[in-house]
């Protein structure tokens, strides 16, 4: 549940950040369109060419506020407001009579949902590794603790998993990261504005709080969560920012075990991998020595009894949201609130649905696809994407900036893309998880133990390209650049992405748009380091390479300029990524669209094909968000807003000009339009 497997932020390139709070209500449904548009979302009042998101969304935005429980609400948040209702119903059902295939994720949705007997325990579940973590005298004792903290997910100091060898990524290797903070980014630790000054102090309150309701004495329990923010900070100060950790070349440093003890002499790494149970390991990804420098002398400079305070509450933060009420209240009461501006939890049910697709997301996924994603949804996909892939070779032969040699690397990779569509040919194998009605938080670690496991017997092996990041109902897409993959889970080839119904403007614009932009990502500042077989290689000519360089630091100098809120504006280095997939993606989209045999009808709902294909594009990104959240996304998340997303990629675009007949120095015709792909 609440804590995914370990991941590594360059590994996966999803279409958009997956919020854990908040939540909605279900969409209203509008008497439909001819096209499929929503033309209820449409504000006719302002001009398509002067803000074409305000035109697209402005009433969509005005008629669907943020609902209390959530801090940011948007097209994508419907849709899997909707998922998440299937995947309620299949879960009452699997909870009233739990048995052969559906016994696992109805014990342990039922589990979860019985609040009262979670209540009754307490903190009762934990006392065994609270014990474990009393028992350490030195820092020299502290690899066994780590490693059976780790063995949970609860990643201590740092995170420690499995991975494709960035140099040859058919093959699997143990992996040591950056770890071990509980605010989303080292410089929440280090920036010096009174906001982040604010939340610090937010968040060492609740830090405390935590700490108090586990039994720490409340007049102990302020100066120990002082100690904790000490060592998240000495952490943080040793970590890279999230811009930085977006250059593969800076986060891939192979190493052996006594190179790693060397850094760290103040660990016990045999003991550590003993305690984790790990296969040989002949040599590990340490993504950051410096990191692992600094966590080696935190240990030997921090007082053991704080060290144990921070196990200690990083333990109960983990585990919180599976904890008794008073846990997850005042877990919501900064991590939904203070960081992200929810005003309400969500409803129980809501949370256990999300904790069961995340443990056991390939076994609920199975009964979500047999109910909402069928054959013809598939095929048709499918064809979409080769469309679309065929659009992107085009492209790359037509391309003036890029010698013939450059291309052919080129085409070489994109030929090699593999396509994976709705959800995996083979499902997971929980048969070795067991889940226990009644037992909320076992459950809970048992499935976490289950994943840490998976992942750790990878090291050695071959990567498998079959498996999928992402749950069947799950509403986003990611591109892969070490297995050069591109993957769309069913719960987004739904409407409004994807409509058998709609006009294929609308289809082209919106699914057409996300197939476009992972498509693209394999070619975008960091795809474009890995070769066609995933390694991290550079094909490149130092000429062509520093043509890319150029176009894309025009998207730089763009989406810097667009405003998150108040005065803070978009990072265009850490965004640039989506920001080139987002453009990218919708030509290669417009190009498939205008090249397929489908009809074209003159007018639909009083639009041309052009004009409504740009429209189904602006309407998936219908949004609005908190000030908060608003924020921590813009300091965190490498997407743009929904507005920069429209706005900035349709501005980029002569055929939307030209399809809005928008006058040449209207605001939504760039007069420097940037283009890469
Ligand atoms: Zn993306």
């Keep these: 549940m609440k804590r995914v497997a370990y991941a590594f932020a360059f590994v996966v390139c999803p279409l958009a950040v997956a919020l854990t709070y908040g939540q909605q209500k279900t969409a209203e449904s509008a008497p439909r369109s001819q096209s499929g548009l929503e033309l209820s979302a449409i504000d006719r009042s302002a001009d398509p060419c002067t803000d074409f998101y305000q035109y697209a969304c402005g009433a969509w935005v005005a008629n669907n506020p943020?609902?209390?429980?959530?801090?940011?609400?948007g097209r994508f948040d419907e849709l899997q407001?909707?998922?998440?209702?299937?995947?309620?119903?299949?879960?009452?059902?699997?909870?009233a009579s739990p048995s052969g295939d559906n016994q696992k994720i109805g014990d342990y949705y039922a589990s979860c949902m019985d609040e009262s007997a979670i209540n009754a325990k307490g903190v009762a579940p934990l006392?065994?590794?609270f014990s474990k973590i009393d028992a350490v005298k030195s820092a020299a004792d502290l690899a066994p603790v780590v490693a059976a903290l780790h063995t949970l997910q609860v990643n201590v100091l740092f995170g420690f998993g499995s991975e494709a060898d960035f140099k040859d990524a058919s093959l699997q290797m143990a992996i040591a990261d950056q770890g071990g903070m509980g605010l989303p980014e080292r410089d929440y630790y280090l920036r010096t504005d009174d906001k982040s000054a604010a939340l610090r102090t937010q968040y060492v309150a609740h830090v405390g709080k935590m700490l108090a309701l586990a039994g720490a004495p409340p007049d102990q329990a302020a100066g120990a969560a002082q100690k904790v923010m000490a060592i998240e900070t000495a952490l943080a100060k040793g970590a890279l920012d999230v811009t930085t950790r977006r250059d593969p070349t800076k986060v891939y440093h192979k190493l052996t075990p006594p190179e790693l003890q060397a850094l760290t002499p103040q660990f016990q790494w045999q003991k550590y991998f003993e305690g984790i149970g790990a296969p040989p390991i002949y040599a590990l990804n340490v993504t950051e020595p410096d990191f692992f420098k600094?966590?080696?002398?935190?240990?030997?400079?921090t007082p053991i009894d704080d060290l144990k305070t921070y196990l200690r509450w990083q333990l109960i933060h983990s585990s919180a949201v599976i904890l008794p009420a008073a846990f997850v209240n005042e877990n919501f009461a900064f991590y939904g609130k203070a960081l992200t501006g929810a005003q309400e939890l969500r409803p129980r049910w809501k949370r256990c649905v999300q904790y069961t697709n995340g443990d056991l997301g390939e076994a609920l996924g199975q009964a979500f696809v047999k109910d909402a994603f069928g054959p013809e949804a598939k095929a048709d996909t499918l064809k979409m994407v080769h469309e679309i892939e065929s659009a992107l070779d085009k492209d790359i032969q037509s391309l003036s900036w890029m010698t013939p040699k450059t291309k052919e690397e080129a085409l070489v990779k994109l030929h090699a893309v593999s396509d994976k569509i709705g959800y995996p040919d083979k499902w997971r194998d929980y048969s070795a998880l067991t889940i226990v009605r009644g037992d909320a938080l076992g459950n809970s670690e048992r499935a976490n133990a289950f994943e840490f496991h998976r992942q750790l017997a990878k090291i050695g092996k071959p990567t498998d390209k079959t498996e999928w990041e992402m749950t069947p109902p799950t509403v986003n897409a990611y591109y892969n650049p070490l297995e050069n993959n591109i993957n769309f889970p069913a719960g987004i080839l739904q409407p409004p992405f994807y409509n058998a119904k709609n006009d294929p403007a609308v289809n082209y614009g919106a699914a057409g748009a996300v197939v476009g932009h992972e498509l693209t990502h394999g070619f975008d500042d960091q795809g474009r380091q890995f070769d066609s077989r995933g390694n991290l290689k550079d094909w490149?000519?130092?000429?062509?390479?520093?043509?890319?360089?150029?176009?894309?630091?025009?998207?730089?100098?763009e989406y810097s300029n667009f405003t998150a809120v108040d005065d803070l504006k978009l990072n265009g280095k850490l965004t640039l990524g989506e920001n080139t997939a987002d453009n990218g993606g919708l030509r290669l989209a417009l190009m498939a669209y205008m090249a397929t045999t489908a009809t074209k009808p003159a007018t639909l709902d009083g639009f041309t094909p052009e004009q409504r294909f740009f429209l189904g594009f602006g309407q998936i990104w219908c949004e609005h968000s908190r000030p908060e959240i608003a924020r921590m996304l813009a300091q965190t998340d490498p997407h743009s807003p929904g507005k920069a997303r429209v706005n900035g990629v349709v501005s980029n675009m002569p055929e939307f000009a030209k399809a809005f007949s928008c006058k040449a120095d209207a605001p939504m015709v760039r007069q420097t339009q940037c283009r890469v792909w």
Excluded: Y
């Design 294 to 301: 600094a966590m080696g002398q935190l240990l030997a400079s």
């Design 66 to 73: 943020i609902p209390p429980d959530r801090s940011r609400w």
């Design 540 to 557: 490149w000519t130092p000429q062509d390479a520093s043509a890319f360089t150029e176009r894309a630091q025009c998207f730089v100098n």
């Design 127 to 129: 006392a065994p590794l």
């Design 81 to 95: 407001d909707h998922n998440n209702e299937i995947l309620r119903k299949v879960l009452d059902a699997a909870a």
